[in-house]
C-alpha cells in the first residue's frame, strides 16, 4: 500500500527510520504496518505492508530454533545396501536401527550390494580436493575416521538473564517503541523499531524483515524515542533500549513476531582493558545466534578499546573462549577451551 502522512513534524523529517511498524488505521480499520520509506523524499510517502499480511505472521517459538548450529544428521535410512555393515556402525548412523533377529542380515532373496569402506570414501574425497598433479595422498595414520554420531551439540546459550525489566504486555502495544538487544550491560546495541499489533502476549513489528532468518530467538525489549533527527538523506529516529521483555521468535518478509515472556539467554563477554597499573573491566551479554554472536564480540572489543586505549600502536590482544557443551557421555564435563 502506498499513504501519505501528516502531523508531528512529518513534513520536515519526512519518513524516519524508527517508524518502521507504525500501525496504520483507514476509516479506524486496521490497515497495516509502516514499512519503509524513500532517501531524500521531499514528501512523508510510505510504503505499507497489508494488515493480513501482518496478521498472518506465526508468533509462537519452533522446536529448536538454534538448530542451525548443530550438526547436520542425514537420514541414511533409503541408503543402506542390503547386507549392510556391522549393527555397531548402522546403529551409529540410523535413529533406533534394529538390527533384526538375523543382526542386520540380507531377507533371503535380497540383492547382496557391496558396502564401501571408510577408508574408500576418504581417498575418493581426498583425490577430488587435491589440486591437480598433486602426487601421493596421506597415509592412514594421518586420518581420523569416525562415524556420524549422536546430536550432541555445541550452545553459546548460557542461559544467563537480561535486563531488569518485569515482563509486562501493556509495555508494548500499537505504535509503541521496541528494539532487538543485540548487545547490553555496559553498552547497548540494538535495532528500534515500533509496534504494530498486540494480541494478549503475541507481538507484531517493524513490517519488514531484518535479516529474514526465518524462526529466531532474539531478545524483545521495550524503547524510548528522544527525538527525531531530520536529514535530507535519510531521517531517523534516535532512541534507547529499554528492558526485555520476551522473545522475537520469528523474522520473516513482512515482519517480525514474538511474545511477552521468557527472555532468551545470551553470550557473556567480559573485557579486561589494562594501561600501566591501572585495569578497567567491562562486562557484556551478546545475541546467541549463530550469524550475529561473533560480530557482536568484536564490537564489544573494539569498543572497549576505542573507550581506553588512546595509542592503538601499544595495545596488544589476549583472549579466551570457552564453550559449554551438553550431551551424554563426557561432553558436559570438560568446557572447550
Given at each position: 500500500?502506498?499513504?501519505?502522512?501528516?502531523?508531528?513534524?512529518?513534513?520536515?523529517?519526512?519518513?524516519a527510520q524508527?517508524?518502521?511498524?507504525?500501525?496504520?488505521y483507514?476509516?479506524?480499520?486496521?490497515?497495516?504496518?509502516?514499512?519503509?520509506?524513500?532517501?531524500?523524499?521531499?514528501?512523508?510517502?510510505?510504503?505499507?505492508?497489508?494488515?493480513?499480511?501482518?496478521?498472518a505472521l506465526?508468533?509462537?517459538?519452533?522446536?529448536?530454533?538454534?538448530?542451525?548450529?548443530?550438526?547436520?544428521?542425514?537420514d541414511?535410512?533409503g541408503?543402506?545396501?542390503?547386507?549392510?555393515?556391522?549393527?555397531?556402525l548402522?546403529?551409529?548412523?540410523?535413529?533406533d536401527?534394529?538390527?533384526?533377529?538375523?543382526?542386520?542380515?540380507?531377507?533371503?532373496?535380497?540383492?547382496?550390494?557391496?558396502?564401501?569402506?571408510?577408508?574408500?570414501?576418504?581417498?575418493?574425497?581426498?583425490?577430488?580436493?587435491?589440486?591437480?598433479?598433486?602426487?601421493?595422498?596421506?597415509?592412514?595414520?594421518?586420518?581420523?575416521?569416525?562415524?556420524?554420531?549422536?546430536?550432541?551439540?555445541?550452545?553459546?546459550n548460557?542461559?544467563a538473564?537480561?535486563?531488569?525489566?518485569?515482563?509486562?504486555?501493556?509495555?508494548?502495544?500499537?505504535?509503541?517503541?521496541?528494539?532487538?538487544?543485540?548487545?547490553t550491560?555496559?553498552?547497548?546495541?540494538?535495532?528500534i523499531?515500533?509496534?504494530?499489533?498486540v494480541?494478549?502476549?503475541?507481538?507484531?513489528?517493524?513490517?519488514?524483515?531484518?535479516?529474514?532468518r526465518?524462526?529466531?530467538?532474539?531478545?524483545?525489549?521495550?524503547?524510548?524515542?528522544l527525538?527525531?533527527?531530520?536529514?535530507?538523506?535519510?531521517?531517523?529516529?534516535?532512541?534507547?533500549?529499554?528492558?526485555?521483555?520476551?522473545t522475537?521468535?520469528?523474522?520473516?518478509?513482512?515482519?517480525?513476531?514474538?511474545?511477552?515472556g521468557?527472555?532468551?539467554g545470551?553470550?557473556?563477554?567480559?573485557?579486561?582493558?589494562?594501561?600501566?597499573?591501572?585495569?578497567?573491566t567491562?562486562g557484556?551479554?551478546?545475541?546467541?545466534d549463530?550469524r550475529?554472536?561473533?560480530?557482536m564480540?568484536?564490537?564489544?572489543?573494539?569498543?572497549?578499546?576505542?573507550?581506553?586505549g588512546?595509542?592503538?600502536s601499544?595495545?596488544?590482544?589476549?583472549?579466551r573462549?570457552?564453550?559449554l557443551?551438553?550431551?551424554?557421555?563426557?561432553?558436559?564435563?570438560?568446557?572447550?577451551?
Open positions: 500500500l502506498l499513504i501519505e502522512v501528516s502531523g508531528h513534524g512529518l513534513e520536515q523529517s519526512s519518513i524508527g517508524m518502521s511498524g507504525s500501525p496504520i483507514l476509516d479506524e480499520r486496521f490497515a497495516g504496518a509502516l514499512a519503509f520509506g524513500w532517501g531524500g523524499s521531499l514528501r512523508p510517502i510510505a510504503g505499507v505492508t497489508p494488515a493480513a499480511e501482518m496478521l506465526p508468533t509462537g517459538p519452533v522446536a529448536a530454533p538454534a538448530a542451525e548450529r548443530h550438526s547436520i544428521r542425514p541414511f535410512t541408503m543402506v545396501p542390503a547386507g549392510g555393515p556391522d549393527p555397531d548402522m546403529a551409529a548412523l540410523i535413529p536401527y534394529d538390527p533384526g533377529p538375523a543382526g542386520g542380515a540380507p531377507a533371503p532373496g535380497a540383492e547382496t550390494v557391496a558396502w564401501p569402506r571408510p577408508e574408500e570414501i576418504i581417498m575418493d574425497l581426498l583425490a577430488a580436493s587435491l589440486p591437480p598433479g598433486t602426487v601421493g595422498l596421506p597415509g592412514p595414520e594421518s586420518w581420523i575416521v569416525q562415524p556420524v554420531g549422536g546430536a550432541a551439540r555445541v550452545p553459546l548460557t542461559g538473564s537480561v535486563g531488569g525489566g518485569t515482563p509486562d504486555a501493556g509495555r508494548l502495544r500499537p505504535g509503541s517503541a521496541c528494539a532487538i538487544p543485540l548487545i550491560g555496559d553498552a547497548r546495541l540494538g535495532a523499531g515500533t509496534v504494530t499489533w494480541d494478549g502476549d503475541d507481538v507484531l513489528m517493524m513490517g519488514h524483515p531484518f535479516m529474514q526465518g524462526p529466531v530467538a532474539w531478545p524483545l525489549a521495550t524503547a524510548e524515542i527525538t527525531v533527527f531530520p536529514s535530507r538523506q535519510m531521517s531517523f529516529k534516535m532512541g534507547s533500549i529499554g528492558d526485555v521483555v520476551g522475537v521468535h520469528h523474522d520473516r518478509r513482512a515482519g517480525l513476531a514474538g511474545r511477552v521468557a527472555a532468551p545470551m553470550v557473556p563477554v567480559a573485557v579486561a582493558v589494562r594501561s600501566g597499573d591501572q585495569e578497567l567491562y557484556f551479554e551478546v545475541v546467541d549463530s550475529l554472536t561473533a560480530t564480540v568484536f564490537w564489544a572489543l573494539y569498543n572497549s578499546l576505542l573507550a581506553q588512546d595509542d592503538a601499544e595495545q596488544s590482544l589476549g583472549y573462549i570457552e564453550t557443551w551438553e550431551g551424554g557421555g563426557d561432553l558436559g564435563e570438560e568446557p572447550l577451551v
